[in-house]
Structures are given as structure tokens and as C-alpha cells.
Nanobody, 129 residues
């Protein structure tokens, strides 16, 4: 069973940066996908950025392109989300997610696979002055 442990959330001023980390374990295949989702107060959860293995294909939400970067360290089984130029509308609980088989990154982030994903516990990101 895939397990995910997140870290790195917090309070930051608009324009600031944060890096989220998610340590993953329990994969039985070399083909899998990892991603970050977020849920703002009163809104539905949305896929922010996803990356798959082995293609290293990346999908990112339009509103975060150029500001957020997803990356992966296979040696540490860890996926990161570097968030720069943060805006108040980026506030929410950020969840790491995993799919233990091959899938396209855009498919994972679409939300249609949500019931098939393993989820982390979530970490709060608050962007406020």
C-alpha cells in the first residue's frame, strides 16, 4: 500500500515562496504517478501539478504555470512542489497523491481518478499579508 508523508506548508506573504515535499513509499511498480492537489475553503479540490514515471511527463494547472514547479527525486522517493510568486488565491490545503501504475499526468490531475489515488494527510498553505 502506498504511503505519503507531506511537509513544508505554512504562512507566507504574497509574492513569497514555499516548497512542499512528499515522501512516498510502497510502490511495487517502476511506473507510477505523483501529484499535488489543493482545496481552498468553499471550493472543490483541484489538481495543481502531476508528474509520471517513467516518462517524466508534467501537467500543471494554467493558473500556476510559470510560478509552481513539480519535481521528483527518485533516490529519495520524494516529490516536491516549488511554489514561487504566491498569491492569496493559492491559499488552501495541499495534498500529495499517488497512483501506483502508469497513467498520463494530465489524467491524474483531472480529478476523474480521485477514488483510485492514495492521499497524504494534507498541509496548509496560507498566503496573506
Amino acid at each position: 500500500q502506498v504511503q505519503l508523508v507531506e511537509s513544508g506548508g505554512g504562512l507566507v506573504q504574497p509574492g513569497g515562496s514555499l516548497r512542499l515535499s512528499c515522501a512516498a513509499s510502497g510502490f511495487t511498480s517502476d511506473e507510477y504517478a505523483l501529484g499535488w492537489f489543493r482545496q481552498a475553503p468553499g471550493k472543490e479540490r483541484e489538481g495543481v501539478s502531476c508528474i509520471n514515471e517513467p516518462d517524466n511527463e508534467i501537467y500543471s494547472l494554467d493558473s500556476v504555470q510559470g510560478r509552481f514547479t513539480i519535481s521528483r527525486d527518485n533516490a529519495k522517493n520524494t516529490v516536491y512542489l516549488q511554489m514561487n510568486s504566491l498569491k492569496p488565491e493559492d491559499t488552501g490545503v495541499y495534498y500529495c497523491a499517488a497512483y501506483p501504475w502508469f497513467t498520463r499526468s494530465w489524467a491524474m490531475c483531472s480529478g476523474e481518478m480521485s477514488n483510485l489515488l492514495s492521499w497524504g494527510q494534507g498541509t496548509q498553505v496560507t498566503v496573506s499579508s
